[in-house]
C-alpha cells in the first residue's frame, strides 16, 4: 500500500526538481553590459570577504580565488566586458560551508547571487538589500536562519527570490509586494508565519509561487487571482483554512495546483477543467472539500477532459462525497496517477476507466465502491500499483489482472471477491506485494502465485475460505518477508518445504485445519520475528530450535495437541511472548504456565537436520586434483581449524580458486563450517570475499571431509602486507584508508543491511584479502552468527575471536555482538595505521594500542603513523590538512576501540568519516 506519507515525498520531490529546471535555464540567459564605472577595488575587497567567511570548501573551488589572477578569472564570477565589475557571483552545490559574508552587498554592479544547495548558515544579511541591480537571488538550500529581510523593496529589479529549504521564520516582509518585477518566489519548507500577505497579489508579474511546506495558517488571500501569470501554484502543508477563493479558479495558464495537506473546505467547482485547461498537475490531498450538500461532489470530472496534460490528479482524503463519473475514461491519456482513495465515493467502478492507458498508480482504497472489477482493468498497461482495498466490490478477481505485467503491488483486502484467486496472477513477474485477505475467496492457493520470486514483501491470505494443503511450491519465495495464511481452511501436514523460505519474519498459520508436526526444515527459519501457528490440530513435541532463536518476538502454540515439555529459555523465559494455552499433554516450562511437572527420561538427540546440504557441488576427487593431491607447495595459509590452498579446477582456463579444508578432528571445526555456510548463503557484497562452491563427503579412508571454495585473491592478506618481510613494497597511506573504508563497508552491510544482523566474530589483518586492484575483500566467516539464528549451540565453550582484536567483553563469556565486530575494527584500524601488532611486545604494563594511539592525539599522530605509510607529498601549504587527515583516523580507531561497547562509534559514522578523509586526501 501507498502511504500517504510516501505520496508526499514522490509529490515534493518531483516539485522541486521542475523548479530546479526552471532554474537552470534561467541562469542561462546571461545579464548584459552596462556602464562603465570605477570600483574594482570594492569588488576585490568584497569577494575577499566573502571568501574569508568560508570555512570549508571541499572541491576546492575558492583556491582559484588568488593573487595570480584578475578577480573576473576567477571560478564562479563573471564581470561585465568593459566595467570589469562583477555581474554574477554563482557557486551551486559546492558544499561550502561558513556564513554570508555582509560586504556582498557591495558588489553594486551584481545581477544575480547563486549560492544554491551549500551549508551555509547565519541570517541573510540586510546589506543585500542596495544591491539594486539583482535580478536573481538563489539562496536556497542551505542552513540560514533568522528573517527575511526587510526592505527588499532596494533589490527593485528583482526576478527571482529563491530562498527555500533554509530555516527561515517570521513573517514575509510587507516590502516584497513593491517587487514588480518578481516572477519567482520560492519559500518552500521554511518556518514562515502570519499567512500569506494579501498584498502579495500587487505582484502581478508572478509566475511561479511555491511556499510548500510552511506553517503560515490563515486563509489564501482572494487577491492572489491578480497573477495573472501564474503557472505554479504550490502551497501544501502550510496550515490554510476556509476554502480555495474561486479567483484562483480564474488563472487559466496554472499547470500545477497544488495545496494539498491543508484545512481547506468548500467544494470544487463544477467547471475548473474548462477554467484551468493547462492543468498537468492537481493535487488537494488531505483536505475537507465536501461542502455540495446533496449533491454529487463529482461532477467536477467532466470537465476535466479539457485538461489535455493532465499527468497526476490526486484527490486522496479529501471527503468527497459521490460517484465515479463514467467521463472518467476520458481523462487525458498522459494521466500517470490517479488517487481517489479514502473518500466516500459509491456505486461501481466504470469501465471506462480502462481508457487510461498511462496510468502506473490506480489508488480508490477505502471508498465505497460496489459491483465487479470491470476487466478492461486489464488494459491498463503500464500499472505498478493497484489499490482498491476497503471497499465493497464482489464477484471474481479477473482474470484480466494477469495481464498488468508491470504491477508491483496488488491491494484488494476487505473487500467480497469470491471465486478462486486466478492463477494468472502467476503472470505478474514484477509483483512484490499481494494482499487479499478479508474476502470470501475459495479453492487451493494457486501454485503459480508460489511461483514468483518477485513477492518479497508480503503474501497475505488470510480470512478467506481457502482449503487444500500448502503447494510445496511456497519454497520458491527465497526472499518473501510476511506469509499470513490465518484463518482459512486449509488442511494436511505443513509442507516441509516451507522452511526454504528462510527470509520469513512473521508466519501466521494461525486458525486453519493443519495437522502432524512441526516440520523439522522450520530450524533453518531463525530469522522469524512472529510465528503463529495456534489454533490448528498441529501435534508432537516442540521442537529443541524454537528455543534458540533470538529474534523471535512472540511464538502463539495454543489450541493444537502439543506434547511434552515447555522449555524455560529464549522465547519462553517471558510469558508474555508466547502461547501454548489449550495443549493438554504439555508439562514443565515457567511456573506461571501452571503445567504439570515433567517425568525425566533421557531422550534420544533429534536427527541433526543439516542446512549444507545445498552446497555439495564439487567432489573430494576433484579437489584433490585441482590442489595436486593438496601439496604443501600449494599451501597458502593454516588457521585453527583450516589450512587453506591454491588449486585450479580447469586446466584450460587457469584461473586459480582458494580452497579452504576443514581440520574435522579440531573440536569447533564442523560448527565452524555450519557457520559459514550459513552465512554465505545469505549474503554478497563487492567487499565480502565470494565463495564459489563448497564440498562435503568422505576422503578415501572415510573420513568426514568439508572444504570451502572461494575466489583467489592474487594480492594476499592486510596482515602479510603490513608484517611480512617478503612484502618489499608497503601500502602508502591512502592505500591504508581505501582498505579500512572497504573493510567498515563490509561490516556495515552485515550489521546493518542483511535479512538479519550478521556479525563476523574474527575480523582482524590475516581474514582481510586484497584483489588485483588492492580492492579489499572481507573473509573468513569461520565464527560468524547470524544474530536470530544461533549457528553456534550450545557455544559457551567455543573460541571466539583472536587475542588482541575480540573484544574485552567476550573474554568474560558476552555474546558475540556487531559492537565486538566494532572493536575488532578498531583495533585493525590502529594496526594499519600504526604499524603495530596489538600483541606487539611494547604492549604490556598497561600500555595497549589503544592507549598508545589515544596518548599521540591530538597534536602528535605523526609520531605513531607507520613510517612505510607516509609516502603522500608534503608539503608546507597541505602539511595542516595531512596531519589533520592522521587525526581524524587516529581518532576512528580510538573511538571503535574503547572497553565500553555502547560507546564505540557506529559502523556507518565510520564509513562516512572515512569516505570524508579519503575525500581531502585525494584532493591534497
Ligand atoms: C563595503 O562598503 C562599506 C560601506 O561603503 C565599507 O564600510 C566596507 O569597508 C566595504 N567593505 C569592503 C570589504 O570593502
Ligand atoms: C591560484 O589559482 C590557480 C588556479 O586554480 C591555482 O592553480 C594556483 O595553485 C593558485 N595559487 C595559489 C598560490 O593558491
Ligand atoms: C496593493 O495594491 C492595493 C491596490 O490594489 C493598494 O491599496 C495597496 O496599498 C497595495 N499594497 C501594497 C503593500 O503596496
Ligand atoms: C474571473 O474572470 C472573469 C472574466 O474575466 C470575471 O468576470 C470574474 O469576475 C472573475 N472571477 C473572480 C472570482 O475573480
Ligand atoms: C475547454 O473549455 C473551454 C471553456 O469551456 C472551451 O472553450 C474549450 O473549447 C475547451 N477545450 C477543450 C479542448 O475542450
Ligand atoms: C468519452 O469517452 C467515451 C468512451 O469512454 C467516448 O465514447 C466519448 O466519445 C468520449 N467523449 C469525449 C468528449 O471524448
Ligand atoms: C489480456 O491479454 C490477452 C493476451 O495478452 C488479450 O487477449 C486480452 O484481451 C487481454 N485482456 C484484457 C482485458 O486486456
Known sequence: MKSPQAIIHLS??????????????????????????????????????????????????????????????WSGISCGKRHKRVTVLRLISKGLEGSLSPHVGNL?????????????QGTIPHELVRLSRLRRLYLLVNKFSG????????????????????????????????????????IY???????????????????????????????IPDTLGLWKSLTVFASGGCNFSGSIPPSIFNLSLLVNLTLAENHLTGSLPSEIGNKLPNLEFLQLWNNNFHGRGEADDMRFVDSLKNCTRLVELVLYNCNLIGVLPISIGNLSDQLIYLNLGDNQLFGSLPSSIGSLVGLTTLHLGQNRFKGKIPTTIGKLQKLQYLGLYRNQFSGPIPDAIGNLSLLNTLSLLSNKFEGHIPPSLGKCKELNSLSLEDNRLSGKIPKELLQLPSLTYFLVLSYNNL??????????????????????????????????????TTLNLRGNRFQGVIPSSFSSLGGLGVLDISENNLSGKIPQFLDKWKSLEYLNLSFNDFEGEVPVVGVFSNASAFSVL???????GLVTLELPKCKKKRNSQPSQSSGSERFMKVSYNQLLKATDGFSTTNLIGEGGHSSVYKGIFDPDDDKPVAIKVLHLQNRGAHK????????????????????????????????????LVYEFMPNGSVHDWLHSSANTSKLNFLQRINILRDVATALDYLHNRCQTTIVHGDLKPSNILLDDDMVAHVGDFGLARLLGADLNQN??????????????????????????????????????????????????????????????????????????????????????????????????????????????????????????????????
Open 12 to 73: 515534493s520531490s518531483s516539485l522541486i526538481s521542475f523548479l530546479f529546471y526552471g532554474l537552470t535555464i534561467r541562469c542561462l540567459t546571461s545579464a548584459t553590459v552596462s556602464a562603465s564605472y570605477g570600483g574594482n577595488e570594492t569588488d576585490y575587497l568584497a569577494l575577499l570577504s566573502f571568501k574569508s567567511k568560508i570555512t570549508y570548501d571541499p572541491y576546492k573551488v575558492l583556491t582559484s580565488w588568488n593573487h595570480s589572477f584578475h578577480f573576473c578569472d
Open 108 to 120: 553594486s554592479f551584481l545581477r544575480e547571487l547563486s549560492l544554491a544547495n551549500n551549508s551555509l
Open 147 to 186: 528573517v527575511i529581510p526587510a526592505n527588499l523593496s532596494g533589490c527593485s529589479n528583482l526576478e527571482d527570490l529563491w530562498l527555500a529549504r533554509n530555516k527561515l521564520v517570521g513573517r514575509i516582509p510587507k516590502e516584497v509586494s513593491l517587487l514588480s518585477k518578481l516572477v519567482g518566489l520560492g
Open 189 to 219: 519548507e521554511n518556518k514562515l508565519t502570519g499567512g500569506i500577505p494579501p498584498f502579495l497579489g500587487n505582484i502581478t508579474s508572478m509566475e511561479v509561487f511555491s511556499a510548500f511546506g510552511n506553517p503560515f495558517g490563515g486563509r
Open 467 to 504: 482449503s487444500s494443503s500448502i503447494p510445496s511450491e511456497i519454497k520458491d519465495l527465497k526472499m518473501l518477508n510476511i506469509l499470513d495464511l490465518s484463518y482459512n481452511n486449509l488442511s494436511g501436514t505443513i509442507t516441509s518445504s516451507l522452511g526454504e523460505c528462510i527470509s520469513l
Open 582 to 588: 489449550g495443549n493438554n499433554r504439555l508439562c514443565g
Open 672 to 707: 565452524s563450517f555450519l557457520a559459514e555456510c550459513e552465512a554465505w548463503r545469505n549474503i554478497r557484497h563487492r567487499n565480502l570475499l565470494k565463495i564459489i562452491t563448497s564440498c562435503s563427503s568422505v576422503d578415501f579412508q572415510g573420513n568426514d571431509f568439508k572444504a
Open 795 to 924: 557455544s559457551s565453550t567455543g573460541v571466539k575471536g583472536t587475542i588482541g582484536y575480540a573484544p574485552p567483553e567476550y573474554g568474560i563469556g558476552s555474546e558475540m555482538t556487531s559492537s565486538g565486530d566494532v572493536y575488532s575494527f578498531g583495533i585493525l584500524l590502529l594496526e594499519a595505521t600504526t604499524g603495530k601488532k596489538p600483541t606487539d611486545d611494547m604492549f604490556n604494563d598497561g600500555l595497549s594500542l589503544h592507549k598508545f594511539a589515544y596518548m599521540a592525539l591530538p597534536d602528535h599522530v605523526i609520531d605513531v603513523i607507520d613510517g612505510d605509510a607516509i609516502v603522500l607529498q608534503c608539503t608546507e601549504a597541505n602539511e595542516n590538512k595531512v596531519e589533520e587527515c592522521l587525526a581524524a583516523t587516529i581518532k576512528i580507531g580510538v573511538s571503535c576501540s574503547v572497553d565500553s561497547p555502547p560507546q564505540r562509534m557506529k559502523i556507518e559514522i565510520v564509513v562516512n568519516e572515512l569516505q570524508r578523509i579519503l575525500y581531502v586526501l585525494q584532493n591534497i
